[in-house]
């Protein structure tokens, strides 16, 4: 997903292609790191 959205992305932009691939790479990992079922953030804050 992050290669296709940032390319896409990229080209939109007129950007960086690998820039656009890290965004979205940090765009998909921000819900998995503060939902996460077992270390997720949100989890962790509410023991």
């Known amino acids: 997903l992050a290669a ?3 390319h896409y992305m990229a080209a939109w932009l ?3 292609i ?3 691939m890290a965004a ?3 765009l998909e990992f921000m819900p ?3 939902f996460g079922p077992n270390n997720g953030l949100v989890w962790y ?3």
Do not use: M, P
């Open 4 to 6: 296709i959205g940032g």
């Open 14 to 16: 007129n950007v960086s």
């Open 18 to 20: 690998a820039g656009s």
């Open 24 to 26: 979205i790479v940090g």
């Open 32 to 34: 998995a790191f503060l």
């Open 45 to 47: 804050r509410g023991r």
